[in-house]
């Protein structure tokens, strides 16, 4: 007995150190597959996939094996790369320096810089054009909404609101004070559901006393004769930060007339798990802010009473499903980890104790990708595809792609399709690559697809088109 509990131990103990040697042979010789996988997680939100956006392919620290190694190992703080010597081992630096070479002398050097508006593109299931809305060039889009008679209010960052009536672009006056830090600015617009009775709109805006000292904001005001009236601020978003980064906010009401809007950490992650502030949270209010008695932590000391979910990082896309009564939202991670989920009530979506992301610089923000009591996205993004916002194929206009979420990507340039079987992200579509940052899309009630693209500071309509049989 005793000789075979003996052969036991070293049968397991040979096994362990087998498996051990393996793994650390795989730290040690990088494969192509292992490199690439790397690439994609560190490097390619930054300088593309397959580095077509290596910066016009220009070596400013020496393009030898030595050279690259060293930037990648010890980063280039004065253009705001960061150092990977803390997460890649030295044969990993070399292999990926090695790889980065090799790949950027293959980039064609005809790679277009722009995307071409005037050409038909083809997307697996049909083709399609660009018919663009306005003829003016906006500063950065932002929110989409359109009016009971077709119209289409349009916000800029900068902190205009425009209405655009059959292509003609007029500035709305009666804004409130928006302060411009970073993310911040003028960003999502709303309208009421009964609007062609009571004329309410509402806004989302970066709000404060000092630069140094914003909040994310929510008006509502009456839109009449090309003025907003009687605007009151029914959202204070505390507290304030200096923090220029994740305002949120997007908007949207649901069928019983609830508004649902977004919050991002700002850049302080303990924010998210914290019930007594706004930050890191989707939220729930009537429409003139006052909170629902039945909203999960109005009993909650101190809790914050609008707060509907939390955990979150920086939701950009929000999206009601008017058939089942679902909420859908993407969300920010870092690199790597961007994330589609099911809002549900109370629940804690898990940033920063449960992330699939890591660090700008490549560390760890958590070794734990999930726990009990947290939410798991329905999908994440690796690499990060940065979110901008979110809308669903509903109509009949887009063959194939009923029942698809859109999102835009403002890392890569493009407009994401996700594919969706029963709640189920099966399969993408990469649409409209190199048409510059996508920070809106939304579907308008006329069935059509409407994208809002920061580059060319325009909007436009994605109109199908006939195909003949050869």
């Known amino acids: 007995m005793q000789s075979n509990k003996l052969k036991l131990i070293a049968a397991v103990v040979f096994i362990f150190f087998i498996s051990y040697s393996f793994v650390t042979d795989e730290k040690q010789t990088p494969t192509p597959e292992s490199t690439r996988a790397l690439y994609l997680q560190h490097c390619a939100s930054c300088h593309g996939q397959n580095l077509e956006r290596f910066a016009a392919r220009q070596w400013v620290f020496g393009n030898s094996l030595n050279e690259v190694s060293s930037t990648i190992k ?61 003829g003016e060039n906006l500063n950065i889009p932002w929110g989409l909404a359109f009016l009971p008679n077709g119209d289409i209010l349009v916000t800029e960052k900068s902190g205009k609101l425009y209405q655009v009536s059959k292509g003609v672009m007029t500035k709305i006056e009666g804004l409130p004070a928006i302060t411009v830090k970073g993310q911040g ?21 970066a709000d404060g006393n ?39 906010c997007r908007m949207i009401f649901d069928k019983n007339g609830y508004l649902f809007f977004s919050i991002g950490e700002r850049g302080t992650k303990e924010n998210a798990q914290d019930l007594t502030n706004y930050c890191g949270k989707i939220h729930r209010v009537f429409d003139d802010g006052r909170i629902p008695d039945d909203n999960p932590f109005t009993k909650t000391p101190n809790a914050i009473g609008s707060i509907w979910s939390y955990g979150h990082r920086n939701p950009q896309g929000l999206w009601y499903d008017k058939k089942t009564g679902l909420i859908w939202e993407n969300e920010h991670a870092p ?136």
């Open 74 to 134: 010890n980063g280039r703080p004065s253009i705001g790369m960061p150092d990977y010597g803390k997460v890649m081992t030295d044969d990993q630096i070399k292999a990926m320096a090695n790889y980065m070479i090799t790949e950027v002398a293959k980039v064609p050097d005809n790679v277009p810089s722009s995307f071409n508006v005037s050409d038909t593109i083809k997307s697996n299931n049909f083709s399609f054009i660009l018919e663009e809305i306005i």
């Open 185 to 205: 600015g003028l960003m999502d617009i709303a309208i009421h559901p009964k609007f062609k009775t009571n004329h309410l709109i509402y806004i989302s805006y």
């Open 335 to 470: 690199k790597g980890g961007d994330e589609l989920n099911i809002i549900k009530k109370g629940v804690n979506y898990g940033w920063p104790e449960i992330t699939f992301g890591i660090n700008y610089d490549g560390t760890i923000l958590s070794p734990d990708t999930a726990k009990a009591g947290m939410e798991q996205p329905v999908f994440y993004w690796i690499p990060s595809i940065a979110p901008s916002s979110l809308t669903r194929v509903t109509g009949s206009v887009y063959k194939g792609w009923d029942g698809d979420f859109l999102s835009g990507s403002l890392s890569y340039e493009y407009l994401e399709r996700s594919i969706m079987k029963n709640n189920k992200v099966v399969g993408s579509e990469k649409l409209l690559q190199k048409i510059g940052r996508v920070r809106n899309v939304i579907e308008g009630p006329d069935g059509y697809i409407y994208v809002a693209v920061e580059k060319s500071g325009k909007i436009y309509k994605l109109v199908p088109v006939k195909t003949t049989a050869p």
């Open 210 to 248: 000092s630069p140094t000292s914003v909040n994310t904001s929510i008006a509502r005001a009456e839109l009449k004769n090309g003025k907003l009236i009687n605007l009151e601020r029914i959202i204070h978003a505390l507290p304030n930060s200096n923090s220029g980064v994740h305002f949120g």
